[in-house]
């Protein structure tokens, strides 16, 4: 084969430049003989890498997970090579700016996985990382009067932050989850990322630490300066909803358990790590009885499934002239949770390399969260078959953050009352302003309670990696931001000595980068508002639906956003932005021109109300009624996840006797203990970068 040949003359040729100390290989010829070998090359190796994934991520067993770890370092070793091999090129002197794009790219690859040749950190960091995502993928919260009856997070414990409203129920859930999964993780995490910095230091450029190493995929200079704006431009719009939720808590919950000028009980929103709070929405309801979107119940009683949300998702996309999905898509994707099998159920969307094996990977149920969440992650399928034509190092998004805003925007025009009546979702609109107020309070739930947290995920995980935040105050600082952005507080006093609150959200176990889904955030209110323009869209920018204007400015609207997908990465990041928006800066006024309406509306309610929160005030709490154990000489409270863990809490050592009747930590751990045996077996691979896409 001509192109076997090739690459082992370039092999040669790089070897003899190593030796010899010739020159770098200068000839852009050489370099795009040596770009297409590789091509086919790397969609071999991902594609097989991306099924071993694949199986098992969609099936947990030891035997899956072997094959996983030898499609890994496989896949690693050539990423490594091919690094290598680019690095005798002169590419940094080429004239043609794709071709030395496309080298940057090939050669950063590279420095990912450049610490494949410590054979024994890198298979400890792999092991490390398996465990950490099992811990968290069987993580189970065993009722505490009734051990033998135990909750997983999806669907239990979400359904029980979502569907409840006693105070100390909806605790138990909370704390349950971070007793399972945060104290069986808290000693890996460490280590895992010293081995991180590790990996990324060693490589040409040599990255300070893991967070500059991620920052440096948005090719922006002052990136953290740029983001910094945007949050404080954001931040009199959180702190109004934050004021007007607490006020509507306080009179479910009471006084006594939600301060008038404190941060909120961060297990009261609805949703276990408080990132949206669209399922309070019933609690906060602006006018009830006028027109509200969520439309689970008519859902549910219309006799919508699964298949029917994927099926409406895709209408939408082949109504705006984009690709529909294939039949691959059809066919292997995995819809809903198995009831045979253990899998990874946090939603995902997974290009395989070969231009048509796309799938989602979701335990959906009928419901309008998820019927957003399919359209997300189904944003990532479109993106992957735009861009199919790219040469691999470019099928990517502009930055990470375009990756993850394209089904966000879609949603925005099909969560219209007016998309939502033409899907036969609302029977009546009632377009008044109530009814308006209403819908914007359902998006800011949805929408502007998660941009705290969004920003606040990586500025944790940031210092971290830079040492400023040291494993002893892992925990403290993770609530240092969390009260200072989010303005929530703990229902339960936090034991820093043990628990681990950041490992309970599955970006950190699964080292998911998350700066990308804030940026998506404000993105995805750029596009909307520059495609409701190109779709001839009058009047306030929340009725915006981008189907609903003519057959040539919705074609118009579609070819607009297929142009910028096609590009891929193909080109900084301003260059795609220009294509959709005509300029070239990220901006928050889109967000707040949108939401203009209910901020208004708002800052009335807000009258007498203090807004923002004083960061000292933490909820009350009774021993008893919070299934704390009072030690036998009275002297403290224990709470139930230190109740039997081996660990003397109470100085007379009462909280570690009769500990036979009480379940031994409340996590199920035939699973857990699987893998510990079989970790010590896997073979390695470093920072996985393939394209899979997951939910925030
Ligand atoms: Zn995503």
Request: some cysteine.
């Amino acid at each position: 084969m001509p192109a076997q040949k090739e690459i082992l003359y370039l092999v040669f040729l790089a070897l003899a430049v190593r030796t010899v100390r010739l020159q770098l290989i200068g000839s852009e010829d050489h370099g795009w003989a040596f770009i297409w070998d590789y091509n086919g090359r790397a969609e071999q190796v991902y594609y097989d890498s991306m099924v071993a994934r694949w199986n098992y991520n969609t099936n947990l067993t030891l035997e899956n997970s072997l094959k996983q770890d030898e499609a890994n370092f496989i896949e690693a070793h050539f990423d490594k090579q091919a690094a290598q091999i680019a690095s005798n090129f002169d590419w940094q002197n080429f004239n043609n700016t794709t071709l030395k794009r496309l080298f940057r790219k090939i050669t950063l690859l590279g420095t990912a996985v450049n610490h494949i040749d410590q054979a024994r950190e890198a298979r400890e960091y792999n092991n490390l990382l398996a465990e950490m995502r099992l811990i968290y993928s069987t993580g189970k919260v065993c009722e505490y009067h009734n051990p033998s009856s135990c909750l997983s997070l999806n669907p239990d414990l979400s359904d029980c932050l979502a569907n409840n409203h006693n105070y100390d129920r909806l605790r138990f859930c909370w704390e349950g989850w971070r007793d399972a999964v945060g104290r069986k993780l808290k000693d890996k995490y460490p280590r895992f990322v010293e081995l991180s910095n590790q990996a990324v230091h060693q490589g040409v450029p040599n990255w300070t630490d893991t967070g500059a190493y991620w920052r440096s995929w948005y090719e922006t200079a002052d990136f953290q300066e740029q983001l910094e704006n945007l949050y404080n431009q954001l931040k009199p719009l959180y702190n109004n909803l934050h004021a007007y939720v607490r006020k509507k808590l306080r009179e479910q919950y009471g006084q006594d358990k939600i301060s008038a000028t404190g941060p909120i009980p961060a297990h009261l929103l609805g949703n276990m790590w408080s990132q949206s709070w669209s399922n309070i929405y019933d609690l906060v309801e602006p006018y009830p009885g006028k027109t509200s979107i969520d439309v689970t119940s008519k859902m549910l009683s219309d006799g919508w499934t699964v298949d029917r949300m994927f099926r409406i998702s895709d209408d939408f996309f082949k109504e705006m002239g984009l690709i529909e999905m294939p039949q691959n898509f059809w066919d292997n994707s995995m819809f809903v949770k198995p009831a045979d099998r253990e899998v990874v159920c946090h939603a995902s969307a997974w290009d395989f390399y070969n231009a048509h094996d796309v799938r989602i990977k979701m335990c959906s149920n009928v419901s309008m969260q998820d019927l957003v969440t399919i359209h997300h992650e189904m944003g990532h399928i479109e993106y992957y078959l735009q861009y199919k034509h790219q040469p691999v190092p470019f099928r990517r998004g502009g930055n990470p953050g375009f990756h993850e805003a394209v089904g966000d925007l879609l949603a925005l025009s099909v969560s219209t009352p007016t998309h939502l009546q033409t899907i036969g979702l609302l029977d009546t609109v009632e377009d008044d302003n109530e009814s308006d107020i209403n819908f914007l309070m359902s998006m800011a739930l949805d929408k502007i309670s998660f941009l705290p947290f969004g920003y606040l995920m990586d500025q944790w995980r940031w210092g971290v990696f830079n040492g400023s935040i040291t494993p002893a105050t892992y925990n403290q600082e993770w609530w240092k931001l969390r009260t200072r952005y989010q303005g929530i507080v703990p229902p339960v006093p936090r034991n820093n000595d043990k628990d681990f609150d950041p490992g309970c959200k599955y970006h950190v176990p699964a080292n998911h980068p998350y700066m990308r889904y804030f940026v998506s955030y404000v993105l995805q209110f750029q596009f909307h508002k520059a495609l409701c323009e190109t779709s001839g869209h009058t009047g306030p920018l929340h009725k915006c639906d981008i189907s609903a204007g003519t057959e040539a400015q919705k074609a118009a609207a579609g070819e607009k956003l297929a142009r910028m997908l096609q590009m891929g990465s193909s080109q900084e990041w301003p260059d795609a932005m220009e294509v959709i928006t005509g300029q070239r800066d990220m901006s928050a006024q889109p967000i707040v021109d949108y939401f203009q309406p209910l901020i208004d509306w708002l800052e009335q309610q807000n009258q007498g109300e203090t807004l923002g929160w004083d960061d000292t005030w933490t909820p009350p709490y009774d021993c008893e009624a919070t299934d704390g154990f009072t030690c036998k000489d009275g002297s403290r409270c224990v709470r139930p996840g230190d109740r039997c863990d081996g660990v003397n809490d109470c100085a007379d050592k009462s909280d570690e006797q009769n500990c036979s009747i009480v379940p031994t930590g409340p996590t199920g751990g035939a699973a857990v203990s699987t893998v510990t045996n079989f970790a010590s077996t896997v073979v390695c691979v470093l920072v996985a970068l393939l394209m899979v896409n997951l939910v925030p």
